[in-house]
């Protein structure tokens, strides 16, 4: 009988803990329904601040610039105000007196600033700035006010009602405690024990530990769900699929130094603020992974694959601001190689494509490349192929070939020199540009045999033409392998003796990026060089990151400014004020300063009035085959007989 009523009694309390469980969810809904719906009147609130603020600095633009672009944004932007003010009014019922009167206030705003934009129109600028001083801004304000003002207590109210939502969860986790308890506890904690157990287990074999980011495993088999739901979709022809899948692969530039230098325990303390700031760049679909040390990866299906390039620019835009470990500050940059999977790819062909244009990007300092399939930068099949080819080329005649770009001196206008630019003509592809296969070569310890047979092309020519009675220049520029390569310039040297050219008859040119990518190495080879007679260019100077101290360091003879610079400086300031600059500089550290990229006699003119020394451009003269060029020298020499 004694079982019976402990039965009973454990019957009423069951029952009575699951009636409060019951009573308790009904409460806890109602809690999160009205935690939605100020959630949405905040939203609205915040939707209306943003749109009067956007409208608002469109009004006083169109008083600066009555034609611009902003006087014919303003209509809309109006319109979408008034809009997210009536969808706040909707929103907001238990304020609607407010809001009523808010929407009424910014309709009756639209008078005041079609009186306003009528007075721009008919150039009466002083009637204009007193409307919009005396009327439209303050009536803005004011309206601005009481909106803020109520987000505020929305806010506010919406921090009750989360206040009030974890004080009924808690009662209720307190309740619903009590009656697991009483309901064959044994049984139900050990299925809980052992399904806890297996949730920790794929955690952990999925989870870096540093940064509780998935692991390269995890986001494999996500990124390989994300592929087969791709093409299961793509085979039932679904439109309502959530898009194609792209993966980004970010590597951090730097931070190989920040572990060498500052230790291990600060490398780790910048993965792990690293990994925040790049779940903060991102949106919340989207998935990041840390793949390895200073690998990481995002995951994106989107309809339109370029939006992998939006969400780089905001990755990128992340590491804008520097990073802190205790007393220190550090720079880091990021290199993003983006990849789209095309039809029946895998994941490990995906990655792989990602981490090539990484690796480009890295390679050429470019921040961001996105794989193009069949490129030679970026696809391995294509890349090998062309290689193939280069090697043929390199042991045939006739193939690689060269065109001299001549150099003008800007006071007299007499050519000076000339720049040797490798052109391959492919047996099969034609003409391959120099932008294609060049940066395979410097890949590959090609670059040597490619250096070694521009070189003896260009000084044989040079050699010709000295023969000839015309003294020209003959500028090279060299890969970075070549640069950092000890023996260089000995097989250099060998080449000057066996053409019989001398040395101040050849200018080598480097480029910044080559220079920064070992200082200390670039400026030794730069030296024996120079030591040879030589003359030595920094060949598009302004587009990389060498330092003055460095440039004051460099053994160099002439400052090349890139044509990035010179084709803009008629018509954007800030570009002829990095030319003058620059021209400035070079003068005072005793350098000749050459000019490339003159399309234009506007261009030309203006680097004359700046004092420029040299200047090459397709204004002045085009590449041309050596025979092409001896005529023009020979004509020059007549001119000046």
């Not at 009466?124 to 003002?149: F, H, N, R």
């Not at 994106?300 to 992340?318: F, W």
Request: a negative charge; aromatic letters at 6%; charged letters at 20%.
């Amino acid at each position: 009988m004694a079982s019976w009523w402990l039965f009973g009694l454990l019957a009423v309390v069951l029952a009575g803990l699951s009636g409060f469980a019951v009573f308790g969810s009904w409460r806890q809904s109602a809690i999160v329904d009205e935690l939605a719906h100020d959630s949405a009147s905040t939203d609205a609130y915040q939707e209306a601040a943003y749109a009067l603020s956007w409208e608002m600095s469109l009004i006083q633009a169109s008083l600066r610039e009555p034609h611009g672009e902003e006087r014919w944004q303003l209509s809309a932007v109006h319109t979408q105000a008034q809009g997210a003010m009536e969808r706040m009014a909707v929103v907001d019922t238990e304020h609607s007196k407010v809001t009523a009167g808010l929407v009424e206030a910014h309709r009756n705003l639209n008078t005041e600033v079609a009186t306003y934009l009528r007075a721009i129109d008919l150039g009466d600028t002083e009637t204009a700035e007193q409307t919009l001083e005396w009327t439209i801004e303050p009536a803005a304000k004011a309206i601005m006010a009481a909106v803020v003002s109520e987000r505020r207590m929305h806010l506010a109210e919406h921090a009750d009602q989360q206040a009030a939502g974890q004080h009924e969860s808690r009662i209720l986790r307190w309740g619903s405690a009590l009656t697991f308890l009483a309901s064959l506890i044994v049984i139900v904690l050990f299925a809980y024990s052992a399904r806890v157990h297996r949730r920790q287990v794929e955690a952990t074999a999925g989870t870096d530990p540093l940064t509780t980011l998935p692991n390269r495993v995890a986001f494999a088999t996500r990124t390989g769900r994300a592929i087969a739901e791709e093409a299961s979709h793509r085979r039932r022809r679904d439109r309502s699929q959530r898009g194609r899948v792209t993966v980004l692969v970010v590597n951090l530039d730097g931070f190989r130094d920040v572990n060498e230098q500052l230790g291990h325990g600060a490398g780790d303390l910048l993965l792990t603020q690293v990994s925040q700031r790049l779940r903060d760049s991102v949106r919340e679909q989207d998935v990041v992974a840390r793949l390895g040390n200073d690998e990481f990866a995002v995951l994106l299906r989107d309809a339109d694959p370029a939006i992998g390039e939006v969400v780089a620019a905001r990755v990128t835009s992340a590491f804008d601001e520097p990073f802190r470990i205790g007393d220190l500050t550090v720079d880091l940059e990021v290199s993003i190689g983006a990849a789209t999977a095309a039809p029946c790819e895998d994941v490990p062909t995906l990655l792989g494509h990602a981490d090539s244009a990484m690796n480009l990007a890295k390679t050429k300092r470019l921040g961001f490349r996105r794989y193009a399939a069949g490129h030679p930068a970026d696809d391995s099949h294509a890349r090998l192929a062309l290689l193939g080819d280069l090697r043929r080329a390199l042991d045939s005649t006739g193939e690689m070939t060269l065109n001299y770009q001549p150099k003008f001196s800007i006071g007299t206008g007499a050519l000076i020199g000339v720049e040797a630019l490798a052109r391959w003509q492919h047996p099969t592809r034609g003409p391959v540009p120099p932008g294609e296969f060049v940066p395979v070569l410097e890949t590959t310890t090609l670059i040597h045999r490619f250096t070694h047979q521009v070189l003896t092309q260009a000084l044989t020519q040079a050699r010709t033409w000295a023969d000839a009675g015309h003294r020209v220049q003959m500028a090279v520029n060299i890969s970075t392998r070549s640069l950092l390569d000890t023996g260089f310039p000995d097989r250099l040297a060998e080449l000057l003796t066996e053409t019989g050219v001398p040395g101040d008859q050849l200018c080598i040119e480097v480029t910044e990026h080559s220079i920064m990518s070992d200082p200390d190495t670039a400026i030794e080879t730069l030296t024996r060089i120079r030591n040879l007679g030589v003359k030595t260019a920094v060949d598009d100077y302004g587009t990389g990151y060498s330092s003055m101290s460095y440039l004051r360091l460099l053994p160099l003879d002439e400052l090349k400014i890139d044509r990035s610079f010179v084709k803009d400086m008629c018509t954007d300031h800030s570009s002829r004020a990095l030319v003058a600059s620059t021209t400035d500089l070079g003068h005072t550290l005793g350098l000749t300063v050459v000019a490339e990229g003159i399309e234009d006699a506007a261009t030309f003119a203006a680097l004359r009035e700046l004092g420029c020394d040299l200047a090459q451009g397709y204004h002045l003269a085009r590449p041309m085959p050596a025979q092409a060029l001896t005529r023009h020298l020979r004509e020059q020499t007549l001119q000046a007989a």
